[in-house]
Structures are given as structure tokens and as C-alpha cells.
């Protein structure tokens, strides 16, 4: 079993991860949004963690730091030593420890999107922030971004983990939640350039060209010590990610129901059906013969599931199955996915077996 549990929040588009080490239910929260703690705190509760630390990867200009309320309620603040922002917080050094319980992980200084950028490593994964993304590289566009040093931050602190790591990026770049550190070696583009140098130029980002008056607003307040935060969060036309994303190829194969109930036995005689819900909702009940894999911890089983025969994704109403299909898509490890449409929420609406 996995020594780490890990929930990726994906609803505002800048993604937040909980860690938590099982063996003490300790958590780390990375990148905690305002406007969602009360989400978070139910998640925590519901896999049994106690959020003890808040790690923000940058100083954001796409989104409030919720930080401050965690910092109110007794949480440590972890950010780059090289920040300004003017909270109480540990600031980390290269090479520095983060122990969350008995989980044990190493702070990588990798600066370039901003120049207070960190990376996270252990246990077989890497909190990347705004650097490494799935199929590309973060912004380098503002006021103290280089395009060139992230290439190179990236380059040397990143891609010369294991090619097995699981990357939690910062964005959901092109609809997918986490990718590996030797898929994005060989595919990223952004990586293919010679050099940092290369990489800038065609780039052709201009330093502070993205600080844009909301930008600029958001970075005030997050590295603001007390600030008066908005009572709803403000929303910015600024994403860390570059551009829209790209279409990943064909859609995943999706089917109701009604004809997998039809089918089923041919189905689940040829494929293995597999559950992305949070354990605890599947533990209150799921379709007979699906395994639990969740969602957010799918990477840490891509072996597992090349060897698989072909799988059928269900979750909930079947958004997390589609995240799930195209993510594996993207990652090649698998070759047609089917999603199951509506989820076991229209399964059981077609009074369907359940087993509780
Ligand atoms: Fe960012």
C-alpha cells in the first residue's frame, strides 16, 4: 500500500493537492484556494488526514492564497526562501526536508515562471507548481520570469528525477491531471529546445508584458503579511498556463448505462472495471466487481494498469472517469478507455446491482 494518500482539488483550474501520510494522518495542503477551505476540511475529514502544513509553490498571480486563514488557525506556512511574501512562513532552501508525519520530501529551488518557484520531491512524486506542466511549460511572462532559467530549473531539477515520478502539476494543461517525469522528457515540447537560451527565444515572452492590473492586484495581496481579502474570490483573465489546451486526439470512448447493464457480462468478462471515486465513496457502495483506484492516485498504478486488459472508467456522473481516460490516454497507457456515462448516480437511478 501506498505510504501517501493524495486528492487533487481541480474546480478552479489552478489545481490544490492534498498529501497526507497514512500511517499519522498528517497532511499537506499545496497551493490552498480562497473561497475553498470549507472543501478542503471535508475532504481532509473524509480520508481521515489533519491538514498540519501549507506549502504555496509561488507567490500566485492567478488566484488568492488561502494561506492566511490556514496560518490563523495554528498551520505552518512553507514557501520559498526566495519569496517576499510577507507572511510567517518557513522558507525553504534547496536540498531542505518537509516531514508531513513519517512522509519525508525534499525542496527543489526552481525558479523562472517566478523567481520564488519550488518544487517538492519523495515518495515517488513531484509537486511541480507553475513549472513543469503536462505537455508544456508555465508562463515566463512576468515581471521577474525567465523564460530561460526555467528551462534550465526544470531541466536540472526536474527531469533528472526517475522517469516513474508522478508529476501534480500546478494546471490541468490539455484536460489532464498529473503526468510522469519520462513521459514529458520524451513528449513536452517546450523540452525539445537545445538549450534555455532556445527555448526563450522561440518563446518571445516579454518580461512584465503579463503583469496586467488584476495581475498585478493579485500579486499584492498574496504576498501582502495581513491584506483585506475580497469575501468572494476574484476572478483574473491571467492563467499561469499558457494558451487554451490542445486537443488531446479522439475523445475517449464513452458508454451508458443502459447498454453497459445490457452488456455487462460481455464487458466485464473482457474488461476490468475500475472505480476513480475517493475511497470512502466506494466503500459506501459501488458496482459489483470494481476495483478502487482513485482518481488522484492513478499514477502511482500506471504499470499495473498497461499490464490490465482494457478498462471501463466509472466514477460518480462520470466527469472524474473522463478526466481519468484522458489523462491515461495522454500517458499512452491506455489505448481505448470507455467512461461510463452518468455514472453509478444513473446506475443506480436504473435500479441496477449495487453492492453496499
Ligand atoms: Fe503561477
Known amino acids: 500500500m501506498l505510504p501517501l494518500t493524495i486528492k487533487t482539488f481541480t474546480d478552479t483550474g489552478c489545481f490544490a493537492h492534498l498529501i497526507g501520510c497514512r500511517a499519522t494522518g498528517k497532511a499537506l495542503l499545496v497551493d490552498p484556494k480562497l473561497g475553498k477551505r470549507a472543501s478542503y476540511l471535508k475532504t481532509a475529514s473524509d480520508f481521515g488526514l489533519r491538514i498540519v502544513a501549507v506549502l504555496d509553490t509561488h507567490t500566485h498571480a492567478d488566484h ?172 483574473v483573465a491571467a492563467c499561469c498556463a499558457p494558451g487554451t489546451s490542445t486537443a488531446l486526439g479522439p475523445r475517449p470512448l464513452e458508454r451508458s448505462c443502459e447498454e453497459v447493464a445490457r452488456l455487462r457480462e460481455a464487458i466485464v468478462a473482457d474488461r476490468c472495471w475500475i472505480d476513480v471515486r475517493d475511497p470512502h465513496e466506494y466503500r459506501e457502495s459501488h458496482i459489483p466487481g470494481a476495483l478502487s483506484y482513485p482518481l488522484s492516485e492513478l499514477g502511482f498504478h500506471l504499470e499495473e494498469l498497461r499490464r490490465a486488459k482494457p478498462v471501463l472508467l466509472q466514477c460518480r456522473s462520470g466527469v472524474r472517469s473522463m478526466t481519468a481516460a484522458k489523462t491515461l490516454q495522454y500517458l499512452g497507457v491506455l489505448d481505448e478507455p470507455i467512461n461510463l456515462a452518468g455514472g453509478i448516480l444513473r446506475w443506480q437511478e436504473l435500479k441496477l446491482p449495487i453492492e453496499a
Open 64 to 235: 488568492l492564497s488561502d494561506s492566511l486563514a490556514f496560518l490563523d488557525a495554528g498551520v505552518e506556512l512553507d514557501m520559498s526562501a526566495a519569496t517576499n511574501c510577507r507572511r510567517a512562513h518557513r522558507g525553504l532552501h534547496d536540498g531542505d526536508e518537509l516531514r508531513i508525519g513519517e512522509l519525508r520530501f525534499r525542496a527543489l529551488e526552481v525558479p523562472g515562471h517566478t523567481p520564488d518557484s519550488i518544487a517538492l520531491a519523495g515518495h515517488g512524486l513531484v509537486v511541480t507548481g507553475d513549472t513543469l506542466l503536462a505537455g508544456g511549460l508555465a508562463r515566463a511572462d512576468f515581471r521577474g520570469s525567465s523564460p530561460s532559467t526555467l528551462f534550465e530549473s526544470v531541466k536540472a531539477k526536474l527531469l533528472t528525477l526517475p522517469d516513474e515520478t508522478v508529476v501534480l502539476p500546478g494546471h490541468g494543461y490539455r484536460d489532464v491531471l498529473f503526468t510522469t517525469i519520462g513521459h514529458e522528457k520524451r513528449t513536452n515540447p517546450d523540452l525539445q529546445h537545445e538549450s534555455g537560451h532556445h527555448f526563450g527565444r522561440a518563446l518571445g515572452a516579454v518580461e512584465g508584458a503579463g503583469n496586467t492590473p488584476d495581475v498585478e492586484l493579485m500579486l499584492q495581496l498574496n504576498a501582502a503579511a495581513q491584506p483585506q481579502l475580497p469575501s468572494t474570490p476574484m476572478t
